[in-house]
């Protein structure tokens, strides 16, 4: 992984100086808050409902296990012992006092990491495909262009202050796990048929208020021009994107106002200024940061894993974890692993300090002491050899880290919601909670088979609903009552859709009830293996909206529907936070 040198670390020292001398000033009441939020903003630091929340930036999501362990220290130290992993493969810790966060951000620049841009009106953290470098269906490796792309973007003085907040993600695959459709710009590293590399580049992708999936503007871009030709875009959009309402202030709005044909004439022109100048990427130079993302030492295997069949054979748990959270990897004799914290009583996302170093501690037993952030909010062992996949599936159970879900149901994504975000309409933990038990049955979320399901405590779609196959959005808060929108037939990757609402908004008790219902027509309507996204698309919404609002819904389901082999209980709904 990338190395800081002495310009990265004297600036994320000077950063932490500065920004040290800022608190003290707000502390002493030397800055008022107005003054002093856009200096706290560009370090990360947002003020939520209970406490101060850091939001930490984890470049294309790789953390090596001594980061991963002071992620544990702070969490301990300065925090109530647990972390938040975001959907951007950021850390994020919601319980902080102020005058604790200047200590924090020099703990975290002793590991090369800081928060700068994790907020702003700027380039945001640069994502990536989690199994980058190590996945079997890889075209290219994306990590040092993602790198590259890094280094140019933070501190760049003409993106400081866009029109709104900017995200690149960045993927390699043949499978697109960036969600690259879904960014301001998605680049996809390719080959052309003279097997040169270069990008397939989107613009004007994104969810919020007004979700829309990213266009293509460049089919085949040489990989020397992606520098230059980002700034082109940015440019275009720092110049004519809109400034005076920050709801249509993406360039989502801009790329759609002016049409992809004319957005792209107007690049391509800018671009010509910049094409060939100091912003193109030399060899010299991407050999320079490619060295960082060598391959490790791989033993050469040939081992038939007989241990493995055997083992497998026997124990049903071990089976369903090596099916849905072991991957293919492209050296023979290793795997990929995903540890899963997704466990039915925790938060999405959230690892608490004794996990993050113990997952420290199999990053360095297991996986060259290296780990990824994945977009659903899980953690990966990408280097993990195929004879120790028992081992550490057994040491994964003991910690709550080995829940065979990934891809499935229980797998969900969900932001923070009305219990820290001051932004929420309603509250997104709480309901991944009583989703989570209501389906907590492996076997049947087996049969059921890959599906995504999103929670957003409101219409910014922090937590990709617009794109989950089901896509929950908290809408009102009325009375004690809060209220959510279901929608149907969002998906990622390289054949993105927005999911459409089925209709009128359901209480919060009411929506486990909902998605029952969703998963009844689905397991009526499918043919075979077909996923449940094939068989929205399929048949369409009619069926599962006329049998979600057929009968009415209640805490009790009515006697005309099939309850299959668990019967729906009477919920009692306390207020819940993962930490209170």
């Known amino acids: 992984m990338y190395r800081y040198d002495q310009y990265d670390q004297q600036i994320v020292n000077e950063r932490v100086a500065q920004y040290s001398d800022q608190v003290r000033r707000r502390l002493a009441d030397e800055l008022a808050e107005d003054e002093f939020r856009p200096l706290r903003l560009q370090n990360g630091l947002y003020m939520q409902v ?27 130290k300065y925090d109530r012992d647990y972390g938040h992993f975001t959907t951007r493969q950021n850390m994020q810790f919601n319980w902080l006092k102020l005058e604790d966060t200047p200590a924090i951000l020099a703990d975290l620049a002793s590991v090369e990491m800081h928060a700068i841009q994790t907020s702003g009106n700027c380039v945001r953290n640069i994502t990536s495909d989690e199994y980058a470098g190590v996945a079997a269906d890889e075209v290219v490796d994306p990590r040092p262009y993602a790198e590259i792309l890094r280094q140019w973007s933070t501190f760049h003085p003409e993106f400081a202050g866009l029109p709104r907040k900017f995200k690149i993600a960045i993927s390699g695959g043949k499978e697109d796990r960036a969600a690259i459709e879904a960014h301001d710009i998605g680049l996809s590293v390719i080959k052309n048929a003279q097997g040169e590399i270069g990008f397939k580049v989107l613009v ?15 089919e085949f871009l040489p990989w020397q021009h992606v520098m230059t030709y980002i700034e082109a875009i940015l440019r275009i ?10 709801y249509k202030a993406r360039i989502k709005i801009l790329v759609k106002a002016l049409g992809i044909a004319e957005f ?5 022109e800018e671009w010509l200024y910049a094409k060939d100048g100091p912003g193109t990427i030399t060899n010299e130079e991407l050999e320079r940061v490619a060295h960082y993302f060598a391959p490790p030492a791989y033993e050469e ?20 974890w090596l099916q849905r959270n072991v991957k293919p990897h492209r050296v023979s004799g290793y795997a990929i692993v995903v540890l899963s914290l997704k466990k039915t009583e925790v938060a999405p996302g959230d690892a608490s300090a004794e996990q993050l170093d113990f997952a420290a501690d199999l990053a360095d037993k297991y996986s060259f002491a290296e780990l990824r952030i994945t977009h659903k909010q899980n953690l990966v062992l990408a280097d993990v050899k195929q004879s120790d996949l028992i081992d550490l599936w057994q040491a994964a159970t003991a910690q709550g ?46 049969d059921i088979g890959e599906i995504e399901l999103n929670i957003s405590g409101c219409m910014n779609a922090c937590g990709h609903n617009h794109v989950g196959n089901i896509g929950i959005t908290g809408v009102e808060k009325k009375n004690h009552d809060e209220w959510y929108q279901i929608s149907l037939g969002g998906a990622k990757g390289h054949n993105s859709s927005i999911g459409k609402i089925i209709g009128p908004s359901f209480k919060f008790e ?18 075979e293996e077909e996923r449940f996204i094939d068989t929205v698309r399929r048949i369409g919404h009619k069926p599962f909206k006329e049998y979600v609002y057929a009968t009415k ?9 099939d309850t299959r082999s668990f019967k729906p209980v009477q919920y009692s709904v306390p207020f819940y936070s993962p930490r209170f």
């Not at 959009?237 to 920050?246: A, H, I, L, S, T």
């Not at 792209?264 to 391509?268: A, L, T």
């Not at 819904?553 to 529907?561: G, L």
């Open 553 to 561: 819904i209640a805490f009790e389901v009515e006697e005309d529907i």
């Open 264 to 268: 792209k004439r107007q690049v391509e």
């Open 401 to 446: 880290l080995a829940t065979p879900n990934i891809g499935l149901l229980t797998d969900m994504i969900s932001c923070p919601g009305a219990e820290f975000c001051t932004l929420a309409n309603a509250r997104s933990i709480p309901l991944a909670k009583l989703i989570a038990e209501r389906f907590d049955n492996i076997d049947f979320q087996h």
């Open 237 to 246: 959009y720092n110049q004519y994107g809109r400034r005076d309402n920050m």
């Open 510 to 527: 009411q929506v486990p009830e909902v998605i029952d219902r969703l998963l009844q027509v689905y397991l009526r309507e499918r043919i």
């Open 301 to 320: 295997i040939t081992s038939d894993n007989a241990e493995l069949t055997k083992f497998k054979a026997e124990n049903k748990d071990f089976a369903n």
């Open 50 to 76: 209970h406490a101060y929340m850091l939001r930490i930036a984890v470049p294309y999501g790789l953390l090596s296990a001594k980061q991963t362990r002071m992620f544990a220290h702070i969490a301990r």
């Open 204 to 218: 004007g992708g994104g969810l919020g208020r007004t979700p829309i999936v990213g266009s293509v503007i460049c």
